[in-house]
């Protein structure tokens, strides 16, 4: 367990305004954006109401989240709701786990061109699985994936990878049978990795050529066409990491994995240890040990600690969990309609909403921490006013 009540908002709160300002240029406005929500969630700048326990008679501040997608506090409802969703679509087959990770080089130029560069790490890793698995070589099926964007190794590094989730099998061709993996087996990884090493570096070409990229500092002269094109050539050579777990234990072990997966953000509070004059210590996962040493500590200054963190945040509007060929948005419903058809099977129990005077639907939204009685609300909190640029100046009139 983390030191007691130590949030990444505390960090936040004591060492972002100062570090902010020393920052002032480098600092884009969607990170700007987060540490204002992160400091402010739970607070009385956001507003909330006071609540009452009529047994007892204890009163109690409730302040408002900030929602922020990178929020360490806030992903739990938002996965809760995700996952009730999910639930309804598990098939009752063998699902495996797949990674695909950047190897560095990449990443490093990925951090300035994180909308094109993750777009990327999305699609070719979702075509690559597709592709390989529609081979009659291979599985020779239609497959569909649920696809999870992480940029964070335990370090707070910049590591971008995507968790893929995929049932052991797909549609044949005709869409006319069920295709099932060999068991304990899905798709070969050395074969999984060589195409997704070509694919991606024939579409960073392809976006290089386009314009859409950005390089800055060390990685300026990558602007040129043929400094970018020798700079990829090592890359064409080295081993890309692409891994498959082994299968799920079950549609249960599914869901538990995706619960501590998909709103994950880069640290969560229960792995700060603590906050002193060294600095802020958090726990880590070292991958490169083995067995009780892979677990330990490390200790950033805080300037270090909100910059790792800040290195994650999302470019707006990016979506960080995304569906592919059979579990596409499109086409899902329809898909798993007829995979279950094909498997003889019927789709899970929806959660049935609350009927009138059951015990489910009168549960109190607030309970009092004291007696356990329900607390109602005696009086709202107003949220500050947002902090606004003032008008631009017109000049004289």
């Known amino acids: 367990m983390g030191a007691p009540g130590l949030e990444v908002a505390d960090i936040f709160r004591a060492h972002g305004p100062a570090w902010r300002q020393a920052q002032h240029a480098h600092l884009s406005l969607g990170q700007r954006k987060v540490m204002s929500a992160i400091e402010q969630c739970r607070t009385a700048a956001l507003g909330g109401h006071v609540l009452r326990c009529d047994a007892c008679e204890q009163v109690e501040v409730a302040y408002n989240s900030c929602r922020n997608r990178h929020c360490p506090k806030c992903q739990a409802s938002a996965a809760r709701r995700w996952l009730d969703a999910r639930q309804a679509e598990l098939l009752p087959v063998e699902y495996y786990h797949v990674v695909f990770t950047l190897p560095a080089p990449i990443s490093a130029i990925a951090y300035a061109n994180k909308a094109v560069m993750y777009g990327l790490l999305f699609d070719i890793a979702a075509e690559t699985l597709r592709t ?6 291979h599985l020779g099926a239609q497959i569909g994936a649920t696809l999870v964007l992480h940029t964070w190794g335990s370090a707070l590094t910049h590591h971008p990878h995507v968790h893929g989730i995929v ?17 304990g087996f899905f798709l070969p990884v050395r074969v999984l990795s060589r195409l997704f090493r070509r694919r991606f570096l024939e579409e960073l070409g392809r976006a290089h050529d386009r314009g859409q990229l950005q390089f800055f500092g060390e990685h300026a002269a990558l602007a040129d066409a043929t400094a970018f094109s ?21 549609p249960a072990a599914v869901l538990a994995y995706l619960s501590r997966y998909t709103h994950r953000v ?6 700060l240890v603590a906050m002193d004059e060294r600095g802020i210590t958090f726990r880590w996962k070292d991958y490169r040990a083995s067995g009780r040493t892979r677990y330990k500590t490390m200790t950033l200054e805080a300037p270090e600690f909100m910059r790792r963190f800040l290195l994650h945040v999302l470019p707006g509007g990016f979506h960080r969990i995304r569906h592919y060929g059979l579990l596409a948005n499109a086409g899902r419903r329809a898909n798993l309609a007829r995979v279950r058809a094909l498997l003889g099977c019927e789709a ?20 009092c921490p004291c007696c356990g009685a329900a607390m109602r609300i005696v009086e709202t909190v107003v949220r500050h006013q947002p902090i606004r640029a003032p008008p631009r100046s017109r000049g004289p009139a």
């Open 266 to 271: 880069a640290i969560s509070n229960q792995r």
């Open 132 to 137: 390989i698995a529609a081979d009659p070589r």
């Open 348 to 367: 899970p129990a929806a959660r049935e909403a609350p009927q009138a005077g059951s015990a489910e639907l009168i549960q109190p939204t607030f309970v």
């Open 167 to 183: 049932p052991g099998g797909g549609l044949s061709s005709d869409g006319e049978r069920w295709v099932a993996c060999r068991r």
């Open 230 to 250: 020798d700079w990829l050539a090592p890359l064409r050579q080295c081993e890309w990491v692409v891994y498959a777990k082994r299968p799920f234990a079950g």
